[in-house]
């Protein structure tokens, strides 16, 4: 086109104009420079830009001049009309460029048509319009008042905000005559300002200065600023604070909680700011032990408890209190806090078991010690005091032995079976308000004494057994319960073999043990034998419990066994009474089948109810089982005999007949009412005869029974001997009663009769008596064998035990005293002597038995205790030998009796409030009034006699007895008048083995005693360092004896001991008290105390000491202190009742630091003990300096340099100073400056300690590049004081910050067709490095169509470099990339979206030039045919599309009608495209339509494009098919219709000869179809007759013929349908079993030649839809394997064809997997090419005629 290459040229030649204009800005300088000052007003006019850049007067506004700021704020802007530079906003170079000089701002410049971009540079000047500042308006200095003249204190400058002359300072001073300025200037640390003391300071005078200064700038006029300067003048510390006391108490209960304010204690301090401030701690505390149980709070001054405080550990604390200031040195105070501890009641009781002697056996005596207790209260006073109770109060109780000492003794007697363990609680209760209690649990278990005989539940026992049990089968269990427990209570079971028995039929008596036996061990009763109730009915017998104790005791229970019956015989049948023969026996009665053959006679005519039999039976059972009934087996239904139930008496039921024949025979079942049922049957046989000859029969049987007669000759024997067996049964029935009723009679007199069968040892027997409570109280156990005898609930128990002396009880008959009671072996509990029972009834038993046992020692050892629980030996010894049985029974029953207690002359018992100590001494006295009496009076007539028997040893050894019992007294009653306590003394440190005391001799024990009765030593709570000598029961030292470690401070030291002795058991108590010695020197808490002293205190002034500790008591305690000579300090000691001994140092003479900065002094601390011992602790003085130096640094100026990527935390530089004062004046630490601002404290950080500058935040060169950092180094003084330095931090510069690309302009869409050259964005470029790291180059990616130019430094155009074609590319993705020439480079990426704006430069265009369109007749009107389409790539209207039918040259031949336009037929859519269908079409009018379809644009100008349609008409079957005659017309054609109607039929005649063969043609049957290709396609079928005719049609041929039966057709359907089908000749498919019929139109060949198989698939169907498999018949020749099948058949009448696909013989696939449709064309030239011309006009024929057309 002519017009697109004129502009392509004009737009070229554009560009060159461009690149000229390029050129020449390149080669000016590309840049307009202005300059306007600062603060100039908004529409100042800085220059005329739009002249200066060449433009017309129109032109800006015409190509919109505009300015574009990069980054900030320009302040200016282009004016619109005229295109000058005009100042817009405020104009403030500080804000703009800081303090960079000078100030030039960059600009850039746009207009457009074309678009370009222009340079402008804006310097902006200065002017003085910003006065000097200073960081603050009042700046505060702290001056030390010790300050020396000349001290230089660095001051913060002002700083300007101006540059130039502007910003050049000078400052000045208000006048002084303390202070003075000092400005100092150098090249290397700049500008420094310095305020100098002139004059030293005096806080007294003037404590703060007040001063002003004044900082000057250098314009015209110059601006001033000022800043206040407060200088606070320091205060030294030179007054210590002071209490208002020197000693405060303080009382303080011990139930104090935690917290608990004790006192508060107050200080005050006359010096200014810190050295007034004081604080508070405590300093010592006494006892050391207490150091965490109180604490001060360091401000207020307040003392709390913090632990707990008990009054029984430490009853008081001495604390020393200090208040120190916090002046430099820091002086203190001092004072002393006595704090008193309060008792309370805090403490429960407690209850220590020392002792405890269990188990207790059940007949222990009354009074027996049980278990010793010690009792106590750590609490004093009211609150100590214990008083102590038992619960239960029975059967034990509480008797106080001594001071916190009990005994638990027993005070009633004890019984195991009843209480078998006591749960004892000893209560304890204080005195204190309130009262506090304390128990303490006993169990108290009770030994088992064997005095309980087993014990059956019931006396007599019923067991019920079956007869016929098993051996062996348990038959009952029997239990007898013994409450003893162990082997006592320990059970074992036996059957009484003594007169227990069975009587036995035919046996007599049999023992019971041959019957049943019991389990030893767990009762249970087993039957030896099995049980016959015929043989026995009842069996009684005794079963017999015996325990395991000794001795042991028995107890007898009756069981009487019952068998019962069980059905194990059946019915006897007896012979007829009279026992006349006939009787007859077919089986025996144990058989339970046994039968009898009866006969008997009756009459013609007897009447209905007549007796003719009876049948007697007997059964062996007893009871149900024996009850028989009788049943009439034969004849069954309704006879003329029937027979009683229970009677067995046969008889008529109706009158007898001549019909019922001469005979009769009767069967009858004899049973038992048994489980099972047992019979027996009888046969009788009744003969029917004449009247007389009944009556004849009758008399010759005689005595048979009425109408009876033997059945055989043997009949009368056996009669006689049924007659003898019920003779035996009413014998044995008798027997068996009389048993029965023996055994009764029997068991009753077991039952109620005594026994006395007892069996005893070989010896002379003892008799052992038990009580009703079962107690036995002999202690020595021996094998016994023991009876239970009749009479109360719970009967005595006589033992007979071999080889005992005889009992001390009084005679007893022919008995004495000294041989004791004779006792016949069988005793009952009336033969006991009384006495025995008096003295287990006596109240006061305990005391009796103490008696015993404090004399046993003197004669020969323990006693032996009779049954009656008497002593044997010793009781012989004193009531017997002594004759004092008498006396000393009256003792005891009365009890001990106080002296001077007899009233009317008589004397009052001791009761049980008198004191415990007393009663053991006056049993004495009694026994030797009584030894006394026995010796001096004359003894009685019948104890002469008895006397002179006795030899002279007995009266010897009496009399020592009586020496024994007087020794007794006089110790015991030393004993109570001493307390009933021992007390020895010991010195401390003795040494193990030393002798305390003999105390076995000093508690009355002989020689041999301690160890015999084992004398021991219990401890309460602490070690006590001592012990009893087990062979001379003397108390000895043991261990180390330390006074200190057992009682502390505490005086006198006093251990108080418990010693046991036993047998019996018994408690004394000793008191050992262990003197002190002088063991221990005085000891100092440490061997070394520093003291720190300022060099300025005062002489006078007092240091306190803490005083050295004895461990020891008394005069070893008393302590005095000396001090080494020195002429500085001197030993003050003050001794007060209430302060105790405080000791001080104190100062006589100043100090001074450089004479002598320590001093070492000694304190010596010497006891009062003999001799006395010493300890020393040296005191190391050390004089604290005064702070007058403050610290230096080495240089004034520091100097570092850092890379900007330096990470934090990098170490910069290490800053030192020194300092030349002592001690903390010496420590520097250093910190940043007050004036140091917060930016830099966050980047930047110092180690206060080691002066170490770090790197803490991340630098960035191009924020700020160097930093100036004012740094103070300051001791920790009092005052403190400093030195300063300055620090400056050059950053460098690193590749840190990538390139950065904007886009300043943006021209888009681009047109397709715009011009090379054309600019389409502007960008600007830039990197914040400095040199090389900020120098960029840029490139764009791709390279095509567009190119980078370089307008300016950092200025890049983007141009177009090649045409545009929108179709091909619509948008570009353009990346622009910037590179640094750092090392490593970074690089920046930019992406730019381009988009191309459409041109119309394309017509739409379809995608076949051809369509060719398939449409059915008959279709619908309006029926959518075909979709067309055209593509236009243009967009929006360019590329929108309208369609319409061209006119021309659309038309079509109409048979009968001649040519029509296309538009008559059919129309499309204008929008969519779609094809549609005028009118209904018509195959056989219309076949084919062409014609044209025209798409156009809605383009400027509209571009379209063309395609032809062609429209092919599809025949569809709506003709029926036409028969034709005959061919010739010969005779016998009639029609039956017109073709047209489709229902036609033709009537035709045929004829064939007889042995024609098979496969003969007949007929030919001709019909013909108005339709064409499938729907023409005819095929024929014989309807009549069905079946296997002689005769078949051709499928296509229609010749009627033979058919072959070697045919098969088989196909499989897939994905279609989901089951199989057949084809067979009808060309119908058949979905499976059941499945419905398709008529389907079927497919061939189209050949000549016969063919492997044929195809039906569905027509239409679609790819894949099926598939088929084939089998063929074995009888075609022309099939050699399933190789050959066709692999392309055709549709008639349709441009498509199906393809099969093979697959090899042996495949598991179907032959054919899916069907294909091609064009029928395309086909044949691929057949043409495989099989020749000959095959292929083969298969294009239409109906085959042949014969193997049908195949």
Request: aromatic share 6%; hydrophobic share 40%; net charge negative.
């Amino acid at each position: 086109m002519p017009k697109a290459a004129m502009a392509m040229k004009m737009g070229v030649c554009d560009g060159a104009l461009v690149v000229v204009l390029q050129l020449a800005w390149a080669l000016v300088g590309g840049q307009v420079r202005y300059s306007v000052p600062e603060e100039a007003k908004a529409g100042t006019v800085v220059g005329r830009l739009a002249q200066d850049l060449g433009l017309e007067a129109g032109e800006p506004e015409a190509r919109r001049l505009r300015l574009v700021s990069q980054g900030r704020r320009a302040s200016v802007e282009v004016s619109g009309a005229s295109g000058a530079l005009v100042v817009s906003s405020r104009l403030d170079r500080e804000e703009l460029c800081g303090k960079s000089a000078p100030c030039s701002l960059r600009l850039e410049v746009l207009v457009e048509r074309p678009l370009r971009v222009f340079h402008v540079e804006l310097e902006v000047t200065d002017i003085n319009d910003n006065a000097p500042v200073f960081p603050a308006a009042r700046k505060n200095l702290s001056i030390a008042e010790m300050s020396l003249p000349g001290s230089r204190f660095p001051l913060e400058g002002a700083s300007d905000a101006d540059v130039g002359p502007n910003a050049q300072l000078s400052y000045s001073l208000i006048p002084s005559e303390h202070f003075a300025l000092d400005l100092q200037k150098n090249e290397e640390e700049g500008e420094s300002l310095f305020l100098v003391l002139r004059k030293p300071l005096d806080r007294e005078t003037m404590p703060i200065h007040r001063l002003v200064l004044t900082a000057s700038d250098g314009g015209r006029p110059p601006l001033t600023g000022t800043m206040e300067l407060v200088i606070s003048v320091l205060d030294a510390n030179d007054n210590a604070p002071q209490f208002n006391q020197s000693v405060y108490k303080v009382q303080l209960p011990e139930n104090s909680e935690s917290g608990t304010i004790v006192y508060r204690v107050t200080a005050t301090d006359l010096d200014e700011g810190t050295n007034r401030d004081v604080s508070y701690s405590l300093q010592s505390l006494f006892p050391q032990d207490g150091r965490d149980v109180f604490g001060i709070d360091r401000n207020s001054g307040e003392i709390r408890l913090q632990g707990d405080i008990d009054f029984e550990d430490i009853g008081v604390y001495r604390l020393q209190v200090d208040a120190a200031d916090q002046g430099s040195p820091p002086l203190s105070g001092h004072c002393k806090v006595v704090v008193e501890v309060l008792d309370v009641n805090d403490n429960a009781p407690d209850v220590v078991v020392t002792s405890l002697s269990v188990p207790v056996p059940e007949d222990a005596a009354v009074g027996t010690v049980v278990a010793l207790l010690s009792v106590s209260d750590r609490d004093s006073g009211a609150n100590g005091r214990v008083r102590c109770t038992v619960w239960p109060p029975a059967p034990f109780g509480l008797v106080s032995t001594f001071a916190g000492s009990y005994s638990l003794v027993l005070r009633e007697a004890l019984d195991r079976e009843r209480v078998s363990e006591y749960e004892l609680e000893v209560r304890a209760e204080d005195g204190g308000a309130p009262p506090l209690r304390a128990s303490r649990d006993l169990r108290v278990p009770v030994s088992d004494v064997n005095d309980n005989a087993p014990a059956f539940a019931q006396a007599v026992y019923t067991v019920l057994a079956r007869e016929n049990n098993a051996a062996g089968a348990e038959l009952a269990r029997l239990w007898a319960r013994d409450p003893d427990e162990a082997g006592n209570g320990r059970v074992s079971y036996s059957v009484a073999e003594s007169g227990v028995g069975a009587a036995v039929s035919g046996v007599g008596w049999r023992p019971a043990s041959s019957y049943v036996s019991v389990d030893a061990e767990s009762g249970r009763l087993w039957a030896l034998q099995p049980l016959d109730y015929e043989e026995l009915q009842v069996l009684q017998f005794e079963v017999r419990a015996v325990d395991a104790g000794e001795p042991a005791l028995c107890g007898n229970t009756t069981v009487q066994l019952f068998v019962l019956d069980e059905n194990d015989n059946a019915p006897v049948l007896l012979p007829p009474a009279g026992g006349g023969p006939g009787v007859g026996a077919a089986g025996s009665a144990a058989s339970g089948a046994d039968s009898l053959a009866l006969w008997a006679w009756a009459s013609w005519g007897a009447p209905a109810g007549q007796v003719l039999a009876k049948i007697r039976a007997v059964d062996a059972d007893s009871g149900y089982n024996a009850w028989l009934r009788y049943e009439l087996w034969e004849p069954r239904g309704k006879g003329p005999f029937r027979v009683g139930l229970y009677s067995g008496e046969v008889s008529t039921t109706r009158a007898l007949e001549e019909a019922d024949g001469p005979l009769q025979r009767l069967v009858i079942v004899v049973r038992d009412h048994g489980e099972p049922a047992r019979s027996a049957t009888a046969t009788l046989s009744v003969s029917l005869v004449e009247g007389a000859e009944a009556a004849l029969v009758a008399t010759s049987s005689g005595s048979l029974g009425a109408g009876l007669r033997p059945a055989q000759s043997g009949a009368l024997a056996a009669a006689s001997a049924a007659t003898t067996t019920n003779v035996w049964l009413v014998v044995a029935i008798c027997v068996v009663s009389s048993l029965f009723l023996l055994a009764v009679v029997l068991y009753g007199a077991a039952r109620w009769a005594p026994r006395s069968a007892v069996l005893s040892g070989p010896g002379p027997a003892t008799l052992v008596c038990a009580s009703e409570v079962g107690s036995w109280s002999y202690s020595q156990r021996q094998s016994r064998s023991l009876c239970v005898t009749d009479g109360a609930g719970k009967s005595d128990l006589m033992v007979f035990s071999p080889n005992f002396p005889p009992p001390p009880c009084p005679s007893v008959g022919n008995g004495s005293a000294g041989k004791g009671p004779s006792v016949s072996p069988v005793a009952s509990a009336a033969s006991v002597p009384s006495s025995c029972v008096e003295a287990e009834n006596g109240d006061k038993r305990w005391y009796y038995d103490w008696m015993i046992d404090t004399v046993r020692t003197k004669h020969q050892g323990p006693g032996i205790r009779d049954e009656c629980g008497r002593v044997s030996r010793i009781d012989n010894i004193l009531c017997g030998w002594l004759g004092l049985e008498n006396e000393f029974a009256q003792l005891v029953s009365q009890g001990p009796v106080l002296p001077g207690t007899q009233r009317g002359g008589q004397s009052r018992p001791l009761a049980e409030a008198d004191a415990v100590g007393h009663q053991v001494p006056l049993l004495a006295v009694k026994t030797l009034e009584a030894c006394e009496r026995r010796q001096l009076l004359p003894e009685p007539a019948s104890d002469r006699a008895a006397a002179e028997n006795r030899a002279g040893p007995d009266r010897c050894e009496a009399m020592g007895v009586c020496v024994g019992a007087l020794l007794v007294l006089v110790l015991q009653l030393a004993w109570v008048l001493v307390g009933g306590q021992v007390r020895y003394s010991v010195p401390e440190e003795a040494k193990a083995g030393t002798v305390v005391g003999r105390l076995a001799q000093d508690l009355g024990l002989e020689a041999s005693e301690p160890e015999a009765r084992r004398l021991r030593l219990v401890s309460q709570g602490r070690r006590a360092s001592v012990e009893v000598s087990g062979a001379s029961g003397a108390l000895v030292v043991s261990s180390r004896l330390d006074r200190e470690e057992l009682c502390g401070k505490s005086a006198p030291c006093s251990l108080r001991l418990e010693v046991l002795v036993e047998r019996p058991l018994r408690v004394f108590h000793v008191e050992l008290e262990v003197t002190d010695i002088n063991d221990n020197a005085p000891v100092f808490s440490v061997k070394e105390e520093a003291h720190n002293i300022a060099e300025s205190s005062l002489p006078g002034s007092r240091f306190p000491l803490e005083g050295a500790s004895d461990a020891d008591v008394g005069a070893n305690a008393q302590l005095s202190y000396s001090l080494s000579p020195s002429e500085h300090f001197g030993l003050d000691i003050q001794k007060t009742e209430e302060e105790g001994e405080s000791l001080f140092l104190v100062l006589r003479k100043s100090l001074d630091r450089e004479t002598m900065p320590i001093h070492h002094l000694v304190l010596t601390a010497t006891d009062g003990g003999r001799p006395p011992l010493t300890s020393t602790v040296e005191l190391v003085i050390s004089v604290l300096d005064a702070n007058d130096n403050a610290p230096q640094f080495n240089q004034s100026v520091y100097k570092v340099k850092v890379l900007e990527s330096s990470e934090p935390g990098t170490l910069l530089i290490t800053l030192s100073a020194t300092d030349l004062d002592e001690g903390i004046s010496s420590d520097v630490m250093y910190l940043f400056s007050k004036h140091v601002t917060t930016e830099v404290k966050e980047m930047f950080s110092i180690d206060e300690n080691k002066g170490e500058m770090r790197l803490r935040g991340n630098l960035d060169y191009e924020e700020k590049d160097s930093y100036e950092i004012a740094i103070e180094a300051r001791d920790k003084g009092f005052p403190p004081l400093s030195g300063h330095c300055r620090l400056v931090v050059e950053v460098l510069d690193v590749n840190d910050n990538a390139p950065e690309v904007w886009v300043t302009s943006l021209s888009v869409p681009v047109p397709e067709d715009a011009a090379v050259g054309t600019v389409v964005a502007l960008l600007s470029v830039s990197d914040r490095d400095s040199g090389a790291n900020g120098r960029v180059r840029c490139t764009v990616w791709p390279s095509a169509p567009f190119d980078l130019v370089s307008t300016f430094a950092g200025s890049h155009s983007l141009v177009l470099r090649e045409a545009l074609d929108r179709e091909r590319v619509s948008e570009y993705d353009v990346e622009v990339r910037a590179e640094d020439g750092g090392s490593p480079p970074l690089r920046a990426s930019r992406g730019l979206r381009v988009p191309v704006s459409d041109v119309n430069d394309n017509a739409p265009a379809f995608a076949q030039a051809v369509y060719t369109v398939l449409a059915r007749e008959n279709n619908a009107a309006g029926a959518e045919l075909a979709r067309l389409w055209a593509r236009d790539p243009d967009e929006a209207g360019n590329g929108r599309v309208s369609y319409s039918v061209a006119e021309s040259g659309g038309r079509a031949a109409v048979s009968g009608v001649g040519w029509r336009p296309a538009s008559s037929y059919v129309s499309v859519d204008a929008e969519s495209g779609r094809l549609w269908a005028l009118q209904p079409l018509d195959y056989e009018e219309l076949q084919v339509l062409q014609f044209e379809v025209r798409a156009v644009d809605a383009g400027e100008p509209a571009l379209c494009g063309n395609a032809t349609v062609q429209l092919f008409v599809l025949d569809e079957n709506d003709n029926a098919p036409v028969l034709l005659p005959p061919a010739g017309g010969g005779p016998g054609a009639k029609a039956a219709g017109s073709a047209a109607s489709g229902a036609d039929s033709l009537a035709l005649w045929a004829w064939a000869t007889w042995g024609a063969p098979a496969g003969q043609v007949l007929a030919k049957i001709r019909a013909v179809d108005a339709d064409s290709g499938y729907n023409a396609w005819l095929r024929y079928e014989l309807w009549e007759p069905r079946g296997k005719g002689p005769f078949r049609v051709g499928l296509y041929s229609g010749e009627p013929k033979h058919p072959n039966p070697d045919w098969r057709y088989s196909a499989s359907l897939r994905a279609g349908m989901q089951s199989a089908v057949h084809m067979e000749e009808a060309g119908i498919l058949r979905g499976g079993p059941g499945g419905p019929d398709q008529q389907w139109p079927t497919v061939s060949s189209a050949t000549t030649e016969p063919e492997a198989g044929e195809v039906s698939p569905p027509v239409g169907a679609g790819v894949n839809s099926n598939s088929w498999t084939f089998k063929f018949g074995p009888g075609n020749p022309k099939q050699s394997g399933p190789g050959e099948l066709p692999d392309k058949f055709i549709i008639p009448g349709s441009p498509a064809i199906i393809s099969i696909r093979q697959e090899p013989p042996n495949s598991q696939i179907d032959k054919s997997d899916f069907i294909t449709f091609g064009k029928k064309e395309e086909t044949k030239k691929k057949k043409k090419k495989k099989k020749g011309n000959k095959t292929q006009e083969k298969k294009e024929k239409g109906n085959s005629t042949t014969e193997n057309s049908d195949q």
